[in-house]
């Protein structure tokens, strides 16, 4: 039996048991600001487990892919530990509890895999009674394989800071005893005797940040067990890259690397499976946030291979034979392979070209310290100029006797550490509400919100429920309130689109509506502030969009599907949206791509998007199922959660694609469509800003006006611009020419005259006088006298105002004297009021007018102390 049989067995022995089969969702956790990854089974269904949102099933199953980075450095070193697994889980949002969870897992693992019962260990939470009942008495595991263990092993949770919790029951595999020491070892114990294969948590409490627990709203399970382990037992291995997930990758490995161990095998093969689906869920290497680890899983691998002398790219190469392995589960990659495989060239070569010079600081560092640590500033260093992540500075270290002053490198980072805190706080504040016990269960009760903004933007809607401890009562004048009406034509904030806003009323209240979102799959919610009356539960009121915002934002939303297709057909098929944003103002599209867009590229995508618009193509909406959807060929964000039914937004021939946003009916509607700007967002991540219809139009006559306005300065007509510019270009070079050739002149004449000013100060020599010249060409003047003379110190001022400016260049030769340029400031600075800063060579000050003779008094009584 192989990994894709378990796969298989796993979802067809759930859905037998009345469970619900939800496709994997995105590595990138969907509105989710706490989290940096999907880590478990659970991250998707977060918001039922808090009760905060109505689950489309109670009983649920699916395959999720995963990413921890807890472990990553022991991933390569043991036999099991990885970054990147697939979790087979299965979940009950209050509906089944301990016995149940627990029966499934037994029959599944004994029954559907043909596991031993001897085989099996389960540990259980010490203080969980009912559990340990349960696995002895009913399902009859004997007592002596049977471990309460503590906290530490079997609470789990939660998957972030905060979040629902609960005491757990691990199952274990017995792969025997491998010696003596091993015959009386029990699951806990530090031996590897014992492989834990399936969680089963028994979730029931919330934590929160101070590390509290209170009960959830409901009682729910959470299961996990690891593909790659569960498959190490089925197909009889001694560990996970034994199995058929990770065999392919190592014999490709080690055509490359000819040379190569266990543990660099083990590692690179691990950490290409997460930069494959990492990349494949849109990540992108960078410098923070998920791209920092992308980028740290690349790096590592190119530093165990650099080891066994490769130094070329490599990794992908390898690409093609994840993609192979997971085609059948995960089809999406088979589309984005070149893409990862461009994008991930680019990374590999990029740092191979840093590597060597990084290695060579470190190298001589390590000769030339002191001590065996490695300062803070200059860990912060190889970071900040060689991109070498402080994890891999570590490693280097270590393995030359080293440590790190991580807190010295931490020192550095504060202040973007700072700036990425307060984005993470700024996107807390939006996440969803939070629902009491009562309201959950008040709104069991409650229909489904029905949302009729596809078909009109007026409704006579029934307000059903306030939300956020107000149920029940009246919201009076000026007061904000989250509400549910029966039927809405609010179009919910979603799939990169603005919510609608607008108002609902009658004859005795008036609310604004300010921002509509989902709560869950059943209901959506309406942010109102109320504008005159009492808004009270029960009230029958007309609910009205904004149309001109919505119309705005239509047309933009439809421009985004035809922007895409000629992005597409333009630059090819591996082209992906990564992220969009759908406003009445403009749109915002982002998509996978290797390299900058040239204004030629720009100028043939805008004109393919008008002339679809042109073609006044009709925009087909309707629903289906999602694999009807998808042997259509409709196009899915990898980053969107689909369920069952899914809509279609079809033009002609053009575009197809899945989306819950709303459209115009034909593309003509759209008018006009401006790219305005271009830019790179990440490593193999580019960003359109453009406009439609009459913000098109604004934006065009901006531009007009800004033409008419550089034509009346240049008095020329505006088809004769260019012409005059270049013509004045022409002119200001031949000018700047001639300016320089004066400085060169005049510099070489003061030349002379400074000779003669030079004085000698003991060891050095000095300089301190007036010279009325711009700061490059005294510059110039300093570099042509330290050419002659590499023991000089020299202190230019120019008079300005009732101000000396003043320039200070040291040669290198006195800096070794412990004489800089920035010391000269702060002599200066300090006795006759003046501020300024620099380097060591080369700084500026300013200060009120002074007899600079004065000055140089001032420095000589310092600088001969």
Known sequence: MRSSDIRKKFIDYFVSKDHLHLPSASLVPSDDPTLLFTTAGMVPFKPYFLGQGIPPKRRITTVQKCFRTTDIERVGITPRHLTFLEMLGNFSFGDYFKREAIGFAYEFLTKELGIPISKLWISVYEEDDEAYDIWNK???????????????????????????????????????????????????????????????????????????????????IDTGMGLERITTVVEGVSNVFETDLFVPIIEEIRKIVKDSDSVTERL??????????????????????????????????????????????????????????????????????????????????????????????????????????????????????????????????????????????????????????????????????????????????????????????????????????????????????YFLMDKTPFYPEGGGQVSDTGKVYNSEVEVMVLEVKRLGEDFIIHRGKVLKGEFEEGQIVRAEVDKEKRYHTMRHHTATHLLHAALREYLGTHVMQSGSLVSPEFLRFDFTHHSPLTYEDLKIIERKVNENILANHK?????????????????????????????????????????????????????????????????????????????????????????NKISFVLKSSPDEIYVKLEKLIDEMKEKEKKIKDLEERIIEKELEVLANKIENWGEFSFICTYVDMENEAIKRLGDHLKSKNDNLIMVFFKPSDNKLLGTIMVSKKVNLKGITAKKIVEIIGERFNGKGGGKDTLAQISLPKTDIEDIKRALKETLLK
């Open 619 to 707: 925009v087909e909406k309707f629903w289906t199922n999602l694999e009807e959807a998808k042997r259509m060929g409709a196009i899915a964000l990898f980053t969107e959660k689909y369920q069952k039914n899914v809509r279609i937004i079809k033009i002609n021939n053009v575009s197809m694609e899945l989306c819950g946003g709303t459209h115009v009916d034909c593309t003509g509607e759209i008018g006009s469509f401006y790219i305005v700007k271009e830019e790179g967002i990440g490593s193999g991540i580019r960003r359109i800003f453009a406009v439609c219809g009459l913000k098109a139009w604004e934006f065009q006559k901006r531009r007009e006006e800004i033409l």
């Open 268 to 481: 690179i093969s691990d950490h290409i499976r997460g930069i494959t689906f990492l990349m494949g869920d849109g990540v992108v290497p960078t410098n923070e946030g998920r791209g920092y680890v992308l980028r740290r899983l690349i790096r590592r691998s190119l530093r165990r291979a650099y080891k066994h002398g490769i130094v070329k790219p490599f990794l992908y190469k390898l690409v093609p034979i994840v993609v192979d392995i997971m085609k059948d589960a995960y089809p999406d990659l088979i589309e984005k392979k070149d893409y990862i495989q461009k994008v991930l060239i680019k990374e590999e070569d990029q740092f191979l070209r840093t590597l060597e010079q990084g290695l060579s600081l470190l190298e001589d560092y390590f000769r030339k310290a002191p001590s065996k640590t490695v300062g803070g500033e200059f860990a912060f260093k190889l970071y900040d100029t060689y991109g070498f992540p402080i994890e891999l500075t570590k490693e280097i270290a270590e393995e030359e006797g080293f440590v790190v002053d991580v807190d010295g490198f931490n020192k550095y980072m504060e202040e973007q550490r700072e700036k990425a805190r307060a984005s993470m706080e700024a996107k807390l504040e939006e996440s969803f509400i939070s629902l009491s016990d009562d309201e959950v269960y008040l709104m069991r009760s409650l229909p489904k919100s029905e949302f009729v903004g596809y078909e009109v933007l007026e409704s006579e809607s029934k307000v059903l429920f306030f939300i956020g401890g107000k149920h029940g009562k009246k919201i009076s004048n000026g007061e904000e309130v």
């Open 138 to 220: 009913e399902i009859g595991i004997p007592k002596e394989r049977i471990v309460r263990l503590g906290k530490e092993d079997n609470f789990w949770g939660p998957p972030g800071p905060t979040g629902p919790c609960g005491p757990c029951s691990e199952i274990y595999y017995d792969f025997g005893p491998k010696s003596k020491d091993e015959e009386d070892c029990k699951p806990g114990d530090p031996c590897d005797r014992f492989m834990e294969i399936w969680n089963l948590v028994f979730m029931a409490y919330y934590m929160d940040e101070e590390g509290k627990l209170s009960p959830l709203p409901q009682k729910n």
